[in-house]
């Protein structure tokens, strides 16, 4: 064996220890064999150099596609990209929907379609390739974009001071048929002024009852009842020269509407009157034992009409006159 | 990625790793170029891959694998150097005007034989380069070497393989006279 085939066999790792040691000996000790040595080590560097400058010309035209290592599961630059991506998709479906007055059910789809599509073309420029892999994994992405992006109208909504409910504050209802996207739907909003609107009738009928001081206000609804006018003398007799009074009332009797009176207590009958409202009559004879000086004698009864819920009483006064 | 992933991938040989440290550093290299090559005879395409050659080489043979600085101090440090090294080669001076000092690399430093290895290269070319690989580095025997080549047989791939060693031993030996001159 030459000493350039010595040489190359400890390049090759062929040599056993004994030649190993052999080969050191001569190197420390032989000047000629160090120069044979020294030209062989530079051909064998020029070699390792060889194979990585061919590795580095194909990184530049062929793209390696192989598993990159990644210790870190989300790095800096990748939430970077990621709040980025969502922030772009948000953008563009908010955007989407002015210019094309697209409704809120739609809107979603435009997100999840931007989000998708874009992480998967992404992926695809960046590796120079396109694989069922890559494009799993643009799928995924764009889900996480997604998410992201309702996040990120749901803080815009928010910031925003629209009043929102714990319990429609939804990211991605699929499942249910309300959209989300915006998060106050036009459904929503239609409900919130419903109930605006009804607190409010209610507010006005708890003012008007209370202005009328009539007790609970009665809801009649569309259906009107029967009316008579009703004349109340202050007296039926009139002294010549004497002011005649009398009060002056619209009476109803509400249709279909089920109502008891009585006197005292006492349950009377009730006849509906020409115009049709019933109305219940006061009979009873008039008797005292003790008058005043002026020979009269004041006394009163109850009267109570009960409709629906609500009872309506009034203490009617009278005179009883001493018979002569 | 970090210094230490990149150090542990290149060293397992991961194409992947190898790709992403080839794209991560070319702001460096190429600041260097053009700022200490007013005359722009030194390409950076090139440039780059030899210093690229140089670290990725150093990592795989075990002469880098701890750094006390960032990779990036280190690559700028050879990009310097290995500059420096080819602008001396074209007999022109270096202008000193605005140049900074150079960080220390705590790394190892180009040798000599690495700056020569660079030059032989162009004696390299393939197939003889693909074959030396072959036969150093990939320790295939001759008869692997011809299936792969497509020789004839055992003896014709080990011909052929004497004849690349032997040119590329003359140039070596012609390389190494002309700097000790």
Not at chain 1, 15 to 30: C, I, N, Q, V
Not at chain 1, 113 to 142: C, K
Request: net charge neutral.
């Amino acid at each position: 064996m030459d000493d350039l085939e010595f040489i190359e066999k400890y390049f090759r790792n062929e040599l056993t220890p004994e030649e190993h040691a052999r080969f050191h000996k001569r190197l420390s000790g032989d000047a000629e064999f160090k120069q044979k040595f020294d030209a062989e080590s530079l051909v064998h560097k020029a070699i390792q150099f060889s194979r990585e400058k061919e590795r580095m010309k194909s990184y530049a035209v062929n793209p390696v596609t192989v598993k990159a290592v990644h210790t870190q599961w989300l790095d800096k630059r990748t939430l970077i990209s990621l709040g980025a991506t969502a922030l772009a998709v948000w953008i563009f479906s908010t955007f989407s929907s002015s210019v094309t007055s697209l409704s809120p059910e739609y809107i979603k789809w435009v997100g999840m379609v931007a989000a998708v599509a874009g992480s998967i073309v992404v992926l695809a420029l960046r590796n120079r390739t396109m694989s069922i892999t890559l494009a799993v994994t643009g799928l995924f992405n764009g889900f996480l974009v997604f998410v992201l992006a309702s996040g990120i109208d749901s803080i815009n909504h928010g910031a925003e001071g629209t009043p929102m409910e714990t319990s429609k504050a939804y990211l991605i209802p699929f499942t249910g048929d309300k959209p989300w996207w915006p998060t106050q739907s036009l459904e929503d909003s239609l409900e919130a002024n419903r109930k605006q609107m009804q607190e409010l009738r209610s507010n006005i009928r708890a003012l008007v009852a209370s202005r009328l001081n009539a007790g609970p206000y009665l809801n009649f609804g569309s259906a009107a009842g029967k009316f008579t006018p009703v004349v109340v003398p202050r007296s039926s007799t009139v002294s010549s020269g004497a002011t005649y009074e009398a009060d002056v009332f619209l009476a109803m009797s509400p249709e279909g509407q089920k109502f008891e009176m009585s006197v005292d207590g006492k349950p009377i009958s009730m006849e509906p009157d020409p115009s049709g409202v019933l109305k219940g009559s006061v009979s009873f004879t008039a008797t005292a034992n003790q008058f005043d000086q002026t020979g009269t004698v004041r006394k009163k009864f109850l009267v109570a009409i009960k409709l629906r819920d609500s009872t309506y009483t009034k203490v009617v006064e009278y005179t009883i006159v001493k018979p002569r | 990625m970090s210094d230490e992933e990149y150090l542990e991938g290149i060293r397992n040989d991961n194409p992947a790793v190898q790709k992403a440290f080839y794209e991560s550093y070319q702001d460096i290299v190429k600041g260097v170029v053009y700022k200490y090559d007013s005359s722009g005879e030194i390409g950076f395409e090139d440039h780059y891959q030899d210093v690229m050659v140089i670290v990725c080489t150093k990592i795989k043979s075990g002469a880098l694998t701890v750094l006390t600085a960032k990779l990036s101090t280190y690559l700028h440090s050879v990009a310097y150097n290995l500059l420096l090294y080819k602008i001396r080669k074209t007999g022109k001076t270096v202008p000193l005007d605005g140049v900074e000092s150079i960080p220390e690399s705590d790394g190892p430093d180009i040798d000599h034989l690495e700056m020569l290895a660079l030059e032989l290269l162009h004696d390299l070319g393939p197939p003889c380069n693909e074959i030396m690989i072959d036969w150093y580095l990939n320790q295939l025997d001759y008869e692997q070497i011809a299936e792969k080549h497509k020789y004839k047989n055992a003896n014709t791939a080990k011909k052929k393989k004497g004849d690349c060693l032997s040119r590329v031993r003359v140039a070596a030996e012609q390389l190494l006279k002309s700097k000790e001159m």
